[in-house]
């Protein structure tokens, strides 16, 4: 049967979007095919890592469609016939229009054990700030569906990760990823895809 068609929207270094690539080449991720990568930054050096693996890219800049932003990006979705959204590192918030959309079709990766540090303010290196401020001793990463309320759709897959005395947001932040994200990530979409295709 067909496999299905992944779009993954991207703002940053992309590193998640390289699990997903590296998966794809390794066979964790069999069900599905990434078609296409989005950022809404230019100068993202996720874009290189999708051309340096042959896949198509996409600008949709925020600042400069203003409006338009999300009309574009759907668009841009539809015309390359996208089944399933990943949000790995897409610094923007999605509206309920968008969400409601591609419902139970986009899936995002968040670095914390979701209900904590998540929602508004809570992105990239700030969220292991908030993790490291707090004294948790155990965090983590969280896939979920994307619905219009700001990392609050249904879970999908959780891992821990410990953290150490001596940790800074920064030592944290990439332990997090290694451990959780990075394994975490391929294989939620790996599931997605197959459920999708009824297998
Ligand atoms: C990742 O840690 C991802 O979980 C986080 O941004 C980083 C992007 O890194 N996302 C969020 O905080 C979303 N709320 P990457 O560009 O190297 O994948």
Redesign the pocket.
């Known amino acids: 049967m067909k496999k299905i068609n992944i779009a993954v929207l991207?703002?940053?270094?992309?590193?998640?979007?390289q699990a997903l690539i590296n998966a794809q080449k390794s066979g964790i991720i069999t069900s599905g095919e990434i078609k296409l990568v989005v950022s809404n930054n230019p100068n993202a050096y996720?874009l290189k890592r999708a051309e340096d693996a042959g896949i198509k890219t996409a600008v949709c800049s925020k600042k400069e469609l203003g409006l338009k932003f999300e009309d574009e990006l759907i668009s841009v979705l539809e015309d390359n016939n996208i089944d399933i959204i990943v949000l790995?590192?897409f610094?923007c918030i999605l509206s309920e229009k968008f969400t409601s959309y591609f419902a139970n079709r986009i899936i995002?990766?968040?670095?914390s054990l979701i209900p904590s540090f998540c929602g508004k303010g809570?992105?990239?290196l700030h969220?292991h700030e908030a993790a490291l401020e707090y004294g948790v001793k155990v965090t983590g990463?969280t896939v979920h569906f994307v619905n219009e309320i700001p990392?609050g759709g249904k879970i999908i897959m959780q891992k821990a990760v410990e953290i150490l005395e001596d940790d800074t947001p920064e030592t944290l932040?990439k332990r997090?990823?290694e451990n959780a994200?990075w394994i975490i990530l391929p294989l939620s979409v790996e599931k997605v895809c197959k459920e999708l295709k009824g297998e």
Request: hydrophobic share 40%; glycine share 20%; aromatic share 8%.
């Open positions: 991207v703002s940053g270094g992309g590193t998640n979007l996720a790995a590192g610094m995002n990766v968040h670095p809570f992105y990239g969220v990463a990392d932040q997090v990823m994200e």
